[in-house]
T-cell receptor, first 113, second 115 residues
């Protein structure tokens, strides 16, 4: 079974631009969560989507948004990029029954200059 | 208050020795899950082991075991027979049912295995 895939793997953007990151979950997983990881703040939860609906949201400004499609693929968008948005963005998928363990993708490393 | 606390920023262990990585958690929920993940320098988070709050026995997965002490709210990871490939960041995480199964992560412990 294929794992979680994220595209692109690396991205360099300029302040003020916007960016869209993509995540394809493991087949059969309907829940997708997004996390931001930085050396200073650690791993912070952004949001979770299930069946195309946002189920949970972390404490991030409205510049961070996401959506999920009917095939469970998810996208995350960050508008008006700031230098502090430079981070590793991780996507994780899980089943919605059982032990609920999440499986992570390789991440997208975003650098804002 | 922090939901997950990992008090060891860095740990060293000799190859083939066992090592314990500490994790304490804070929840008023009766139903929750505890997880450990490994993050090598490549960046990908790798699921290691899971313990449910109602599980009476400690979880084990190969060389990994979770020392679950519910009354003390601790969920320490024990790695037996350390290998060089175990050098990585290790994160403890908790899923709470009453917050819609949101995951909370600790700040991680960097483990270095010495040959």
């Amino acid at each position: 079974k294929a794992g979680v895939t994220q595209t692109p793997r690396y991205l360099i953007k300029t302040r003020g631009q916007q960016v869209t990151l993509s995540c394809s979950p493991i087949s059969g997983h309907r829940s997708v969560s997004w996390y931001q990881q930085t050396p200073g703040q650690g791993l912070q939860f952004l949001f979770e989507y299930f069946s195309e609906t946002q189920r949970n949201k972390g404490n991030f400004p409205g510049r961070f948004s996401g959506r999920q499609f009917s095939n469970s693929r998810s996208e995350m968008n960050v508008s008006t990029l700031e230098l502090g948005d430079s981070a590793l963005y991780l996507c994780a998928s899980r089943r919605t029954g059982g032990s609920y363990e999440q499986y992570f993708g390789p991440g997208t490393r975003l650098t804002v200059t | 208050a922090q939901k997950i606390t990992q008090t060891q920023p860095g740990m060293f262990v000799q190859e083939k020795e066992a090592v314990t990585l500490d994790c304490t958690y804070d929840t008023s929920d009766q139903s929750y899950g505890l997880f450990w993940y490994k993050q090598p320098s490549s960046g990908e988070m790798i699921f290691l082991i899971y313990q449910g709050s109602y599980d009476e026995q400690n979880a084990t997965e190969g060389r990994y075991s979770l020392n679950f002490q519910k009354a003390r709210k601790s969920a320490n990871l024990v790695i037996s027979a350390s290998q060089l490939g175990d050098s990585a960041m290790y994160f403890c995480a908790m899923r709470e049912v009453n917050t819609g199964n949101q995951f909370y992560f600790g700040t991680g412990t960097s483990l270095t295995v010495i040959p």
